[in-house]
């Protein structure tokens, strides 16, 4: 421990004034200056209890792991220092942080090529109350968070689900948790600001009259996931085909997943653009289909490409109808009066049918909005797997908390 001349404890914690005394502090830092205090706990609240926050309550979840599913669904966590006047139950909380657990997918070395679902845990709000800062409070909890997955996964009478437990976090302070065990894998970022040019000269001016599919909505339909699922998995296949040796991690497709997105894109956007109607992605006929995130901030608004499902089955197919999902996310853009769009490079970019839309972007955008250095640096670490043997498949805008 690096404080063990310190009286501290580490608490997994699951009453409801003591997770809303942990918001409240991280919002005099974090709270968006268009939200009061009260709009940022409430907005805290009610991504706490969406149902993937609330996945340990699901029925479906219970039945498919019966002995783990208490471990879904955000859980949250607070260091204290008994060493602190004991005046309430918040008094001696020096440090907070939470984890939203999913479903994830894995082949490891020893699973003979067989996908196993594991438990994923992303860290988020890490957060020390600033009068407490420079004491070292935020890297023991990170020791200890590190140990309370461990302790689980490591159990002898572990169920499958936590026996290789995938921890990972976007971290905004570089570098920093990697002394902790978590190994960097950055996902580069695009920002395309010339959506004129992308509609007219790249997508050919697609019209809005133009029926070849759906608008989707709050819920993008269990098909669409379906489709996912099996193009993940098939990415999961040929990364231990190429590396066999390797320890390859995905995460589980979900629509609750998406709906997360949709809620914060909903509670800011009654704060900014009350009264327009919002899409949130586009599907063509064959199952192609494009789900994105509208960013509402005042002065920087974005679309945000979650995921890009791509269904054809030729070359020349893909790359129309990679042009008509982009003219749509373009299209939704305008209307909400967005500056840019943005995505990171592991979802869109590395394909060979995206060649040409890169090659697009690369004439008529700055190049310093291409391939820029992602404000989320993606960080993973497995207990007991090496660093250079964890393969992180689809690590993109979507695993993000």
């Known amino acids: 421990m690096l404080l063990e001349n310190r009286n501290l404890v580490f608490e997994p914690v699951v009453d409801p004034e003591v997770i809303r005394f942990t918001h409240l502090q991280n919002g005099k830092t974090w ?62 909380i020096v440090s907070s942080c939470e984890t939203l657990n999913r479903v994830g997918w894995a082949v490891t070395p020893k699973s003979q090529g067989a996908m196993r679902p594991v438990l994923s845990a992303c860290i988020g709000g890490v957060f020390t109350i600033p009068e407490y800062r420079g004491r070292k409070y935020a890297a023991e909890m990170m020791i200890r968070l590190n140990e309370y997955y461990d302790g689980i996964s490591s159990a002898p009478d572990a169920p499958d689900l936590l026996q290789n437990i995938v921890i990972f976090l976007f971290s905004e302070v570089g570098e920093y948790y990697s002394k902790f065990g978590y190994v960097s894998r950055p996902a580069p970022l695009h920002t395309v600001e010339k959506l004129d040019e992308v509609l007219e000269a790249y997508c050919g001016g697609d019209s809005l009259d133009n029926k070849d599919g759906s608008h989707l909505g709050y819920d993008c339909g269990d098909d669409l996931i379906e489709l996912e699922r099996q193009a993940f998995i098939g990415d999961v296949q040929k990364a231990h085909s190429d590396h ?14 998406y709906k997360l997105f949709h809620e914060r894109s909903l509670f800011q956007k009654k704060f900014l653009d009350p009264d327009s109607q919002v899409q949130f992605g586009y599907s063509l006929e064959n199952g192609s289909h494009i789900i994105w995130h509208l960013n509402y901030w005042p002065h920087q608004r974005s679309l945000y490409i979650l995921n ?69 640096l993606s960080a993973i670490r497995v207990a007991n797997v090496k660093a250079e043997n964890i393969l992180w498949v689809n690590n993109t805008k979507l695993c993000w908390f």
């Not at 709009?39 to 996945?55: F, K, N, P, Q």
């Not at 066999?244 to 589980?252: I, Y």
């Open 308 to 376: 890009l499902h791509n269904s054809g089955e030729t070359a020349a197919e893909k790359e129309l109808n990679l042009k008509k999902l982009i003219a749509r996310a373009v299209q939704e853009a305008q209307k909400h009066g967005v500056e840019f769009l943005q995505f990171w490079d592991t979802e869109l970019g590395q394909q060979d049918w995206s060649n040409s839309f890169m090659t697009f972007l690369q004439k008529v955008e700055k190049p310093s909005n291409l391939y820029q250095e992602n404000p989320s």
């Open 244 to 257: 066999p040796e390797s320890f390859v991690f995905t995460l589980e497709p979900s629509k609750d997943i």
């Open 31 to 92: 709270k968006p200056e268009f939200m009061t205090m009260k709009d940022y706990v409430e907005r805290e609240h009610i991504l706490g209890t969406c149902d993937i926050s609330s996945a340990d309550g699901s029925l479906e979840m219970q039945n498919r792991f019966p002995e783990a599913s208490q471990y879904l669904g955000i859980k949250y966590f607070v260091l204290k220092d008994l060493g602190l006047p004991h005046t309430s139950k918040t008094s001696q």
